[in-house]
């Protein structure tokens, strides 16, 4: 497929977009720029396709979320569509059939001259005024350098897919400066034989703010200001995504590999019945973990140290100077009434070890097998009965003062 200054290009890329980032949209930018620099045709569109949510990627939160933060973010483009069809199926397709579909409804687009396909039908990622241009329109695969690499590795593509990507629609690399992907392609057979296909891109201002890094920060409470769009940000925060709405904090304890400690704040609300209904909300917004109050309890409930097991339970509370006001501020009994009566945060530490090894078991000269602690409680009883006795014998006798 050979490109001239007259050939109509829409880029297209897929991914989990989880979240979004400005690098994502700016790849497009680049492409455009150099493609147009290099006289190898016109970009007349792009678009972005996310992955289904079968994927089942670490860090993949639904379609939903993710199709609204591609449209937000994408509000400033005038030629960058979100095409959310792949998210629509009933499954995770592969990234040829991505390609195929797209490239095939913008054949059957231009070719539509009797106006058969009815503009409700015309999905939103077709460029206004696309039947204008004369000719054939190109859809190629925008991507990264790793994704390039990642076509040697052995399983993860079908070869049929690669000759189908590579042959009929060609790719558009975006690579860092200081990396050569030319020594990639010369070192494969498939992609040198398709070398004309393949666009390379040099990314001159290095950008490696990344999906990963932005859901790292968000989940450890840090700021991503100026790495993300603000308006991206806010809907983040506003559903609770990627950890955002989770109150609860994991720590190890210093010097141990088996005891674990969860601090979550405990909600200052007094009315016990708000606080659970809020808190239900919050739980529903894909939170992988849950606060905790005074009313909770480890599920399963953990064994109590009468059982054998050294498992504790510490509660922890911080309350303020002020007395509570407010229309939530009435008087609250029962168990509640820890934490609920009184103004403030609170945390609710739980520490979890490691359970105790189960004591050796004895057998005693009366032929009866008990366990070592129990043994050593039957004699302890006995001394004590001893003592008991030595004492009652002894009460009558005056006590000596020196």
Excluded at 40 to 64: C, E, F, M, R, W
Excluded at 72 to 100: A, C, H
Excluded at 252 to 271: F, K, Q, R, V, Y
Aim: glycine content about 6%; hydrophobic content about 35%.
């Amino acid at each position: 497929m050979r490109m001239t200054s007259s050939t109509k290009i829409m880029l297209i890329a897929c991914g989990s977009f989880s979240p979004p980032t400005p690098m994502h949209f700016r790849m497009f930018e680049i492409a455009r720029d150099h493609i147009h620099q290099m006289g190898l045709g016109q970009v007349v569109g792009g678009i972005v396709s996310p992955v289904h949510d079968s994927y089942a990627k670490k860090g993949l939160v639904s379609a939903t979320h993710r199709c609204a933060m591609i449209k937000i973010g994408l509000k400033s483009s005038e030629w960058i569509r979100l095409s959310d069809w792949e998210t629509q199926q009933e499954e995770w397709t592969r990234t040829r059939q991505v390609l195929q579909y797209h490239q095939n409804f913008i054949n059957s687009y231009l070719k539509d001259t009797n106006g058969t396909i009815n503009n409700q039908h015309i999905p939103a990622w077709i460029p206004e005024g696309i039947k204008k241009t004369a000719g054939q329109v190109h859809l190629k695969l925008l991507c990264g350098a790793d994704l390039l690499e990642s076509f040697a590795t052995p399983g993860l593509w079908k070869d049929e897919d690669l000759e189908a990507i590579l042959g009929y629609h060609g790719i558009v690399v975006i690579s860092r400066a200081g990396s050569n992907p030319e020594q990639f392609i010369f070192n494969s057979d498939l992609l040198t034989r398709y070398r004309r296909n393949i666009t390379i891109v040099t990314n001159w201002v290095t950008n490696d703010v990344s999906s990963t890094l932005i859901r790292r920060l968000l989940s450890r409470g840090m700021s991503v200001k100026y790495l993300l769009d603000e308006h991206v940000t806010e809907y983040i925060q506003k559903f609770g995504l990627f950890g955002t709405n989770s109150d609860t904090k994991y720590i190890l304890t210093p010097g141990s590999t088996t005891e674990a400690m969860s601090i979550s704040p405990i909600s200052p609300i007094n009315d016990p019945d708000i606080y659970i209904e809020h808190r239900n909300r919050l739980n529903k917004r894909n939170s992988s973990c849950e606060a905790m109050d005074e009313t909770d309890f480890p599920s399963p409930p953990l064994p109590s140290p009468s059982a054998g097991s050294n498992v504790t339970l510490n509660k922890v509370f911080c309350c303020a100077n002020e007395p509570s006001t407010g229309p939530l501020a009435k008087p609250i009994t029962g168990r509640g009434a820890t934490f609920l009566a009184r103004p403030g945060s609170a945390v609710q530490i739980i520490t979890t070890a490691a359970p105790a090894p189960a004591p050796p078991s004895v057998t005693t000269p009366d032929g009866t097998t008990k366990q070592a602690h129990q043994i050593s409680s039957d004699d302890g009883d006995q001394k004590h009965k001893k003592i008991v006795k030595k004492m009652k014998t002894s009460a009558a006798c005056p006590v000596s003062r020196v």
